[in-house]
């Protein structure tokens, strides 16, 4: 039970820092000056790396011991909340990393766009993540 309410803590936690991340950080880049975007974008990509990591080492931790410990009646919501945690994973290896190290180069409107676009794809995935460990949390809890 309580690898659900971290799976839920961590996925709400995940899905805010996203949103944040997808309103405020993203559109902003293009506020950055040529000269300082290099500089810009290696500060960003590390310190980002610290406010994730850790909370996506515990949601990975938290959904995996869910899928193989499913209370009556989660089994469906555990597995939908496993599936959309670890396509956050796909999701930013095969999508968004690969954009961060093209724009790690240079700004481009082009590339930022694609960012964006597998960051609303990772937002997503949070979301039903949480909502997920949400309903099967209050669920277990009436």
């Known amino acids: 039970m309580v690898y659900i309410l971290f799976g839920c803590l961590s ?14 950080t993203y559109p902003g880049f293009s506020l950055i000056g040529t000269s300082e975007w290099h500089r810009f974008h290696e500060f960003h990509s590390r310190r980002i790396a610290l406010a ?3 909370m996506w080492a515990v949601e990975m931790l938290a959904s995996a011991l ?40 240079a700004f481009s409107p082009k590339l930022s766009r694609r960012l964006g676009r597998a960051h609303s794809a ?13 309903i099967a949390l209050s669920q277990h809890l009436s």
């Open 11 to 24: 996925s709400w936690y995940l899905t805010g820092l996203s949103w944040t991340i997808g309103v405020v």
């Open 66 to 105: 869910w899928v193989l410990r499913a209370p009556q009646g989660t089994q469906v919501l555990s597995i939908v909340a496993g599936v959309a945690a670890l396509s956050t994973v796909a999701l930013t290896v095969f999508w968004a990393v690969p954009a961060h190290n093209r724009l790690s180069q």
């Open 52 to 54: 994730v990591g850790p």
């Open 122 to 134: 990772r937002t997503a995935a949070w979301t039903i993540a949480a909502t997920c460990a949400t």
